[in-house]
């Protein structure tokens, strides 16, 4: 099996070690393995995606990142029915997006805020 080398914060770190003690895991490896598992399920699952839809997708990310948001959601106003903003605690924003229309836009959509590495959490859900 390759081993590979990556950069998290000690926050992550740290959740990383509680998620393998909660959830009995042999090591920190097999937390990785399980999360990228999971990541690559869930993308294969939204790929397949096609056709009419409508979805949910939640963000939180850091206020001061609040220009990008609205960068992005400019060029997709055809799909997004209805956004709520709302504060959260320590200068974090939740954007709750309601969207309706083809697949492929939607799909476009949620690459552009996972790609941009500023989001702090995507999350696609399909009525």
Do not use: W
């Not at 400019?74 to 605690?89: K, P, V």
């Not at 709750?96 to 799909?107: C, M, Q, S, T, W």
């Amino acid at each position: 099996m390759p081993i590979i080398s990556i950069s998290i914060t000690d926050e992550i770190l740290n959740e990383v070690d509680n998620l393998q003690k909660e959830l009995g895991f042999s090591g920190r490896s097999e937390v990785m393995r399980a999360g990228a598992r999971m990541l690559l399920a869930d993308n294969k699952e939204k790929e397949a995606l096609e056709g009419r839809l409508n979805s949910v997708l939640l963000l939180i990310h850091a206020q001061k990142v609040e220009d990008v948001v609205t960068e992005v959601k400019h060029e997709f106003e055809d799909i997004i029915s209805t956004q709520i903003h709302n504060h959260l605690r320590e200068d974090k924003c939740l954007e709750v997006f309601i969207l309706e229309g083809d697949a492929a836009r939607i799909k476009q959509l949620v690459r552009l805020f996972h790609a941009n590495g500023k989001m702090d959490y995507v999350k696609l859900i399909v009525a």
